[in-house]
């Protein structure tokens, strides 16, 4: 079976750093990768979409690396910000139509 | 331009009751899904709709659950004889086309408790 895994152990780093979250499936080749972010009680709010031809996203403090031959996916925040505190989410099509298959987020925290 | 809109944002039930929860998508969006979150746990896929139609429904529990999207109104998620296991966060996302690779929209979720 599919199976998506993010790192379940918070990430904790300090103000200004990098923070780096990795995304590892197995048993699919999908087209493309999601990455969400979502606050506590709140709903997950989509922050980039990568496809399987692209090795690399960028939005603005935001970057995205999808490694089809890994079955990885790297999210990156640079000069990190407190606020950028959430857990952040990845997903994937599995049976393509938009039903998305989450993996169960790694949560960031950022300290001032 | 709103946004996913669901109500009730929070939900007590008691024991075998139902609860109905409703989804009214941005606008311009036919499609609809319904994704559960457990407590500890990542969110599920449940159910896609489009209007009158159930697209796929692989995730939904086979008792008790049900889904639809009228012509007219919002979507709905109803649980009948609700149980403790029911307690959870349910969003509801919707899209303006099926096709992979449309950005899906969440909404806030409804808070399902079960006493």
């Known amino acids: 079976s599919q199976k998506i895994e993010q790192n379940s152990e918070a990430l904790n780093i300090q103000e200004g750093k990098t923070a780096t979250l990795t995304c590892n499936y197995t048993?699919?080749?999908?087209?493309?990768l999601q990455w969400y972010r979502q606050d506590p009680g709140r709903g997950p709010v989509f922050l980039l979409l990568?496809?399987?031809?692209?090795k690399e996203k960028r939005k603005e403090r935001l970057k995205v690396t999808f490694d089809t031959t890994l079955k990885q996916s790297l999210f990156h925040i640079t000069a990190s910000q407190p606020a950028d505190s959430a857990t952040y989410l990845c997903a994937l099509d599995i049976n393509a139509g938009n039903m998305l298959t989450f993996g169960g987020g790694t949560r960031l925290m950022v300290k001032p | 331009n709103a946004g996913v809109m669901q109500n009730p944002r929070h939900l007590v039930r008691r024991r075998g009751q139902e609860a109905r929860l409703r989804c009214s998508p941005m606008k311009g969006h036919s499609h609809v899904y319904w994704y559960r979150q457990l407590p500890e746990e990542g969110l599920k896929f449940m159910v896609y709709?489009?209007?009158?139609?159930?697209?796929?429904e692989s995730g939904m529990p086979k008792e008790r659950f049900s889904a639809e999207f009228p012509k007219e109104g919002p979507s709905i998620l109803r649980i009948q004889q609700v149980v403790r296991g029911d307690s959870a966060a349910y969003f509801c996302a919707s899209s303006p086309g099926g096709s992979t690779g449309n950005t899906i929209y969440f909404g806030e979720g409804s808070w399902l408790t079960v006493v």
């Open positions: 048993n699919y080749s999908p087209a493309y």
């Open positions: 709709l489009q209007k009158e139609n159930i697209i796929d």
């Open positions: 990568i496809r399987e031809n692209e």
